[in-house]
């Protein structure tokens, strides 16, 4: 191995030990592990920059503004009030209805602050109706995650796959193009949940005393799961009309643009942005505090030990480990395992680590089987994803195991099967819809 091997596997198992170590915020570890890179020279100034300026962070960051801006018209608090009333009206079955809602909002907004403003709601309503919130926070979390998969804006991992599949030459993706493979996984995933998660959490949950008040979220911990100040998304704000409809009609422009090929979403979105700090909807300070750098510096972070990785020959040489282990075998069942691992890497890691560590190995397995790169693409995205079976896979999961004080178990019981059955049916979409 050459040196600059040597460092960049040094600072890839630091970050990663650092990450299941859990003492440091993951935004802070991935952008040391970018500093050492830059200053031992295994990459270069201008490749830092331009994984600072990728497209994948310009969609998000812009994507969150445009969020922020909903918020602070009251849109999203004027939604939550209606749906209370709906939930008291049809009981239980109206907290699922919601969690509908709630997930359909999720396949275009990323789910974090969707969860934080959702969490207490569902917690209140269940408790009005004499159940246990504990039946629902899980669920929530889930459905947040399984809706994200259903198209590119998602969630930021399927934002920073079609990222670094294009550095290692592959076109982009198109905002619907993997719906095919994430709603069927949605829709089994749902209706699992549905029937069973009641059954697995209820019976043992609804005996368990209730304590009084809302459960606080602590903000420093769910920092570390790359997510901003929960308080952000907990001050009720009055409904302004004129900006919510500017808000949302400059949002549905911005998807609809990039979906009709006009431009890309980076772009698109990133215009929407600023066309609402022009026209007011939201002032510059305001458009800065909804930006989250905690997410953005952790994916920009990333990007940057995947091109040394890529720099370096390490990503080859990984590639060429894993096409060795399955040579002789058939594409179906190297997609398999593609899946399996970035599935079992997703629930000891972030999903931006396993989705930078993950991708070009995609790449290079399917130019060794001599087939497409896009079912393996399209596998990894529904895998870094697909964090079921711990409470710190994903972040949504860190936020209502804090607020329903769950136990570690309840997402193994839970986790584990929806792992299995999201695994199946993205294998037999995947092979549908993305042929060889």
Request: proline letters at 5%.
């Amino acid at each position: 191995m050459s040196v600059d091997q040597i460092l960049t596997l040094l600072v890839l198992a630091a970050v990663v030990a650092a990450l299941i170590w859990d003492k440091m915020r993951a935004d802070v570890v991935a952008l040391t592990g970018a500093a050492v890179l830059l200053m031992t020279g295994v990459v270069r100034p201008v490749e830092v920059q331009g994984a600072f300026a990728s497209p994948a962070i310009i969609a998000l960051a812009s994507l969150f503004v445009i969020a922020y801006a909903l918020e602070l018209a009251g849109l999203l608090d004027r939604a939550i009030a209606s749906a209370v009333a709906m939930c008291r009206r049809l009981g239980s079955g109206g907290i699922w209805l919601l969690l509908s809602m709630i997930g359909s909002v999720s396949c275009f907004l990323n789910s974090t602050p969707i969860v934080v403003l959702g969490a207490p709601v569902i917690r209140d309503v269940a408790t009005s109706l004499g159940l246990s919130p504990k039946r629902f926070l899980i669920p929530l979390s889930y459905v947040t995650i399984l809706t994200g998969c259903c198209t590119l804006i998602g969630t930021s991992t399927n934002l920073l796959v079609d990222d670094m599949a294009s550095v290692a030459g592959q076109p982009r993706f198109g905002i619907f193009e993997i719906t095919p493979v994430g709603l069927p996984m949605a829709l089994a995933g749902g209706l699992y949940l549905f029937l069973v998660s009641g059954r697995l959490l209820g019976g043992r949950h609804e005996a368990e005393e209730r304590e009084g008040g809302p459960v606080e979220i602590d903000p420093a911990h769910i920092g570390n799961a790359q997510v901003g100040d929960a308080r952000l998304f907990e001050v009720q704000r009055p409904l302004q009309p004129l900006k919510a409809a500017i808000a949302l009609a400059v949002f549905v422009a911005a998807v609809a643009l990039a979906t009709a090929g006009v431009a890309p979403i980076a772009a698109t979105a990133f215009a929407g942005a600023v066309l609402l700090i022009l026209l007011r909807v939201i002032s510059a300070d305001e458009a800065y505090s909804g930006l989250r750098p905690e997410i953005l510096i952790l994916i920009a972070g990333m990007v940057v030990i995947g091109i040394a990785m890529e720099q370096s020959g390490l990503a080859a040489e990984a590639s060429e480990l894993l096409i060795a282990s399955v040579h002789g075998l058939s594409p179906l069942i190297a997609l398999i395992i593609l899946y399996l691992l970035t599935m079992v890497l997703t629930e000891l890691l972030s999903n931006a680590t396993v989705a930078v560590l993950v991708t070009p190995v995609a790449v290079a397995l399917a130019d060794s089987l001599g087939v497409s790169p896009r079912p393996f693409l399209v596998a990894v995205m529904m895998a870094a994803s697909a964090a079921f079976s711990t409470p710190f896979g994903y972040q949504t999961n860190v936020i209502v195991y804090q607020m329903g004080g769950y136990r570690y178990l309840d997402f193994v019981r839970i986790g584990l099967p929806l792992n299995f059955i999201t695994f199946v049916v993205a294998i037999i979409a995947i092979r549908i819809f993305f042929p060889f």
